[in-house]
């Protein structure tokens, strides 16, 4: 499959409603400017996936098809819960593209009890934070651990300005 790639950063521009009236020509200005909105509506909402653990700050994405980068007031996430337990020992996250292999052991005694996985969005006082919290329940006492990975996907839309 092609990748679709521009030479400049695209952008929408507002046309005035006379420009496209019934029974009048359209300008080749008026084309290209049409043009370039289609070009920018294929990059809106662009979507990146990564794998992390409690305490990591989700990367700011690049557009692989222009290199615009990102900026935390275009982002929002989704959080999927992967595994209860820590990645394994020496195993990368922190926005890794595959699955880091989990632990052998839980993060806490008893049985798991509750999970709890967020990234702070860009109203928050941390955005691209992840959170983690696994609890545990040995019949007498809760045990809370930051174990556990999630996948979270980056939904990336541009701001138009």
Not at 68 to 81: K, N, P, S
Not at 113 to 136: I, T
Request: hydrophobic letters at 35%; proline letters at 7%; one cysteine or more.
């Amino acid at each position: 499959m092609a990748q679709l790639t521009w030479a400049t950063v695209p952008g929408a521009v507002d046309l005035p409603d006379a420009n496209l009236a019934a029974d009048q020509p359209v300008t080749d200005y008026s084309l290209t400017k049409i043009s370039n909105n289609a070009k920018f509506a294929a990059v809106r909402p662009e979507t990146f996936y990564g794998y992390y653990k409690n305490g990591e700050t989700v990367a700011l994405p690049t557009s692989p098809v222009d290199g615009y980068h990102y900026t935390r007031a275009e982002l929002e996430y989704d959080v999927a819960a992967w595994c209860s337990r820590s990645p394994a020992a020496g195993s990368a996250t922190n926005g890794a593209a595959l699955k880091p292999p989990r632990a052998n052991l839980n993060d806490g005694p008893g049985t798991l009890f509750l999970m709890d996985f967020w990234v702070e969005e860009k109203s928050d006082a941390y955005p691209g934070l992840v959170h983690c919290e696994v609890h545990y329940w040995n019949g007498e006492t809760e045990t809370s651990t930051n174990g556990g990975f999630v996948k979270v996907r980056t939904i990336a839309t541009r701001l138009s300005s």
